[in-house]
């Protein structure tokens, strides 16, 4: 049975290699340091760091028998928080931090969650990322509300205060005594790793990143996306605005999303502190989005994977563990 057992784990490795290819990132002199100015319309409120709460909390936030079982055959020598904070709308933002053991200081990952449903997926990197001993501030979402949303403002607004009350909670993470400002990361899935990707562009403090299901030009994204809520929601907005052609929509759309779009900020980014994975076969970032960011970030490291859009779990952790190598690669490279 052992035997078998190596062999069927021998053959899930072999291939999850033979199916997935990366492209290598190639140096690329040309290439501009990003430049340290300030981006109107992100620059938060400095934090009242008093005004944060901090409330001790189960290893598991979300009821999911993934997560469950993910947390039942790894350790479980981590410690949780619930950080409550004044959020950039007036409202009260919330973000789960995993610390994981030792005085530290530990590296620190900030994730964003996918555009809708539950948080399983995020907390589940979370997870991931703190059994190799990094810490992990995972955001909470607001309602982006897509499929009700009268117009693209509602949404627009959630994408800019997502931005902004990570770069609120920052202020907070990297005075902790037990967490390293000089080792700082973020990353996600989907849309929450664009804008994991836009946060590390516009905040200097972000050093490092990996971002998965990812692509650019937010506008072309919901436009060509075969995900139910954003169909609503174009369907909706062509509707009432009379947009009938694809570049009507795009006009309409771009100004309300180019400020956290992570195109916008390509030019500022050094392609070796990145890494990017997709699907060939995705319907909901087209494989032409995720190549068109590619090539404006300097053509990062690439990893290409057999699948689409919610066909990604089986690849799930592999994806993860890769991205947990890549920033061990950046910080050692920055220390050493």
């Known amino acids: 049975m052992v ?41 938060p409120a400095p934090l009242d760091l008093s005004q944060v709460r901090v409330q001790p909390e ?22 949780a928080f619930r ?24 590296p620190v990952v900030v994730v964003f969650p996918i555009l809708a449903g539950s948080h399983v997926v995020s907390e589940g990197l979370a997870k991931a990322l703190v059994k190799r001993r990094f810490a ?13 949303a009268p117009g693209a403002e509602v949404p627009a607004r959630h994408f800019r205060s997502a931005i902004l009350d990570a770069r609120r909670l920052l202020d907070w993470l990297l005075n902790h005594p037990q967490l390293d400002p ?24 972000v050093h490092a990143g990996f971002f998965l299901m990812v692509g650019g030009g937010l506008p072309e994204i919901l436009y060509d ?20 052609t694809r570049e009507a929509f795009l006009e309409y759309l771009r100004p309300f999303v180019e400020i956290v779009d992570p195109l916008t900020y390509a030019a500022r980014t050094d392609p070796r502190t990145v890494l990017i994975a997709s ?4 319907r909901v970032v087209r494989p032409r989005h995720t190549r068109a960011l590619w090539q404006a970030l300097g053509e990062p490291r690439w990893i290409h994977l057999p699948l ?23 910080f050692a490279e920055a220390s050493g």
């Open 308 to 330: 689409g859009h919610y066909q990604f779990f089986p690849f799930f952790w592999w994806a993860i563990a890769r991205g947990a190598d890549h920033l061990e690669r950046v």
């Open 83 to 106: 950080i409550l904070y004044p959020g950039s709308q007036g409202d009260e933002a919330t973000a789960h931090l995993l610390i994981p053991p030792g005085p530290g200081p530990h």
């Open 182 to 205: 000089e080792r700082v990361a973020a990353a996600g899935v989907s849309l929450g790793g664009m804008l994991a990707l836009t946060l590390m562009q516009v905040d200097p403090r």
């Open 58 to 79: 189960g290893r598991t936030v979300e009821q999911n028998w993934i997560l469950d079982l993910y947390t039942l055959f790894h350790a479980r020598d981590y410690r």
């Open 225 to 244: 996306s075969s995900e139910r809520p954003v169909r609503i929601f174009r369907e909706r907005l062509q509707t009432q605005h009379t947009l009938e």
């Open 279 to 282: 699907g060939r076969l995705d």
């Open 136 to 148: 992990v501030a995972r955001m909470e979402r607001h309602d982006l509300e897509l499929d009700q």
């Open 3 to 43: 035997n078998g057992e190596r062999w069927c784990a021998l053959g899930a490795a072999l291939l999850v290699c033979l199916a997935c290819t990366t492209t290598s990132w190639q140096p690329q002199p040309e290439r501009i340091p990003r430049p340290p100015e300030p981006v109107p319309g992100l620059e």
